[in-house]
């Protein structure tokens, strides 16, 4: 792309940047980079002409849209239509010089083909995102240009642990692979990669424990209403946050989800939509009198996207901001003995369900997974797990041993 991208930082911006400081994809792709929703903007010559020009949008692939119909149009005046993903067309895919951003674009469109779940596609897009901007630091426009060395660098680039950075290192396999089934590729440049060790080694899940959720609550607490508008303010309170906790805590959503809550859609009575089961009905989670009163309420004075902060209507920019704000919360209630994150309050409905004697089968029903993960993962409070261990243990040692005098020893040891 001759049009060069980057964000530019608002005076309200919620990562905290400087004002009017610019950032780009691949810098935003680092570990411990706080994101934001500040609007990208576009540089470059156009029919003769430089200029600079915002994109309005907050989405890199959204921008990098815009900007190639104004590159299309060779002029900053065109009108800019609906963004239409690109897709390899098939005089693309007999040509072996396909450029990235096609190879990449039919990547992801097989994948929404296939049906993958959103937060799945998520994780692809992220993937695709960060070696777009890898290839963009390198000058490279063709896929052909990428080697084997281009995968060691961009493999040691990630700051990811070892399990999300196994799980990423199979999302770029399977994108060669994509690429090689088209003759695309001619080689796996990708062969040589391995995940680090202990990566398959399945993760201990966390939830939180009662006494850190009464702290959390009580940080919620102590923020108190919205601050006066000026600098650093803050439009949100402590009850925004509590209702956002408390609707996790008690339907098991993941952050995106909550984020992105539409009471219209997903509230019936006191039973909370999840998602469409395996057998194409539709399952729900029940929640009590008391919480459904608050999300009316928050209906009321919100509109159906209760969750809604900011003008954003990407899932990831509304998640992003809600992340930002359980972050100052986890802040002021810390310390933890383990990092607080918001898909801890997901384990921690799992948690509350098995304590109360809950099935595993329908525990994983209610969080979409399968019972041997449920047993896997949250195996130290599951209660039948205890009794059964419990159970063989007194089978094992009920009788008192008994001491028995070796011959030849004379009752010495």
């Known amino acids: 792309m001759a049009l060069k991208l980057y964000r530019r930082h608002r005076k309200e911006c919620e990562g905290g940047h400087p004002e009017d400081a610019r950032s780009g994809e691949f810098e935003e792709g680092r570990r411990g980079w706080k994101k934001c929703a500040c609007l990208i903007h576009v540089s470059g010559t156009l029919g003769g002409r430089f200029s600079r020009k915002q994109t309005g949008k907050s989405d890199w692939d959204e921008a990098k849209a815009v900007a190639d119909q104004w590159e299309s149009a060779n002029s900053w005046d065109g009108s800019i239509g609906p963004i239409k993903e690109v897709v390899a067309t098939d005089a693309a895919q007999d040509d072996k010089r396909i450029s ?59 700051k990811d642990g070892k399990r999300a950075g196994a799980k990423k290192l199979e999302r770029l396999k399977g994108f060669v692979k994509f690429c090689l089934k088209r003759k695309w590729l001619t080689e796996d440049i990708t062969e040589d990669l391995q995940a680090q060790e202990g990566s398959s080694i399945p993760a201990n899940k966390m939830p939180f424990t009662d006494a850190e959720m009464d702290r959390i609550y009580a940080a919620c607490d102590s923020l108190g209403g919205p601050t006066v508008p000026g600098p650093g303010h803050r439009n949100w309170s402590g009850e925004d946050v509590k209702d956002f ?4 805590i008690y339907t098991g959503l993941r952050i995106s989800d909550v984020a992105t809550f539409d009471i219209t859609q997903r509230l019936k009575g006191n039973d909370v939509f999840l998602r469409m089961h395996k057998t194409k009905k539709e399952l729900y989670t ?42 100052k919360v986890f802040k002021l209630a810390g310390p933890f003995d383990e990092p607080a994150m918001p898909h801890r309050f997901r384990h921690t409905f799992v948690r509350i369900l098995l304590e109360k004697g ?22 130290r409070w599951v209660p039948e797990r ?28």
């Open 286 to 327: 029940w929640i009590p009198d008391w919480l459904v009163e608050r999300l009316r309420t928050r209906h009321k004075k919100h509109g159906a996207l209760i969750f809604r902060t900011g003008e954003s209507l990407v899932m990831r920019t509304m998640a992003e901001l809600w992340r930002v704000k359980l972050g």
């Open 386 to 413: 205890q009794a059964r261990l419990t159970k063989i243990l007194k089978q094992a040692f009920e009788d008192k041993p008994r001491l028995v005098v070796m011959k030849g020893h004379k009752g010495k040891f």
């Open 100 to 158: 990235i951003n096609d190879a990449t674009s039919a990547f992801i469109a097989s994948r929404k083909n296939r049906g993958v779940e959103a937060s799945t596609l998520s994780k692809y897009q992220t993937s695709v995102k960060q070696l777009r901007a890898y290839c963009d630091s390198r000058g490279y426009v063709l896929l052909s240009q990428l080697t084997v060395a281009d995968m060691d660098r961009f493999y040691a680039s990630w």
């Open 358 to 379: 809950v099935t595993v089968a329908d525990v994983a029903e209610l969080i979409g997974d399968t019972e041997e993960v449920v047993r896997k993962h949250y195996a």
């Open 245 to 248: 906790i408390m609707l996790s």
